[in-house]
């Protein structure tokens, strides 16, 4: 049973570097895609950024040069560092997997592109960041 547990969100000034945290456990595959889809009130989810197993990453362009996502195998944890927080970041944080993804998956993260949301088969219970001005 694959499980994440998101952590690190909360309220934050705009600018302001917070981190988010995903633990993950139950995935015993090698390669993986992995992501941070954010939802805010009334809005549809945003997929963010997806990390893939070999180490390429995609983002979507309001993010870009802002956040940075990574994975530590040591640690099963995926990570989201967010900088130059704006209002418009505010949503509920989810992290996602894609189990053994295809290579057409893989071949859009390492073009910089993101997996379409579709192809996430497990998800974790979110984590809020509100950004305040």
């Known amino acids: 049973q694959v499980q994440l547990m998101e952590s690190g969100g909360g309220s934050v000034q705009a600018g302001g570097s917070p981190r988010l945290s995903c633990a993950a456990s139950?995935?015993?595959?090698?390669?993986?895609?992995m992501g941070w889809v954010r939802q805010a009130p009334g809005k549809e989810r945003e997929e963010v950024a997806a990390v893939d197993s070999d180490g390429s990453t995609g983002y979507t362009d309001s993010v870009k040069g802002r956040f940075t996502i990574s994975f530590d195998n040591a640690k099963n944890t995926l990570y989201l560092q967010m900088s130059s927080l704006k209002p418009e970041d505010t949503a509920m944080y989810y992290c996602a997997v894609v189990p053994n993804p295809r290579d057409d998956i893989r071949g859009l993260v390492t073009m910089g592109w993101l997996p379409p949301l579709y192809e996430y088969n497990y998800w974790g219970q979110g984590t809020q960041v509100t950004v305040s001005s």
């Open positions: 139950g995935y015993t595959a090698s390669t993986f895609c």
